[in-house]
């Protein structure tokens, strides 16, 4: 059972180191330090974005529509940690 849950640990800070590069490269892009119109960059962020539009989609329709601003990345992070913190709490309950 321990594997188990070292696996969803491991699992859950893949999502998010993938959330966090997905974030920065939206601001490389945005500060116009990256260019989607080079090929790796346009495959990288396409890839990243195709990858994580199902979890912000999903945050999206719970979270209020703000002008400009996405909160979905942040919303994503957080149920991460939270889900992180609950699944550490509770591991003595599995051995």
Known sequence: MVSI???LLLLLDVVQFVVIAHIIMSWLINFQVLNTRQPLVAQVWYGLSRLLEPLYSSMRRVLPALSGID???LAVLLGIYALRIV???NAPMFY
């Open 5 to 7: 849950l070292q696996i």
């Open 87 to 89: 699944i550490v709490n």
């Open 71 to 73: 909160l979905a990345p």
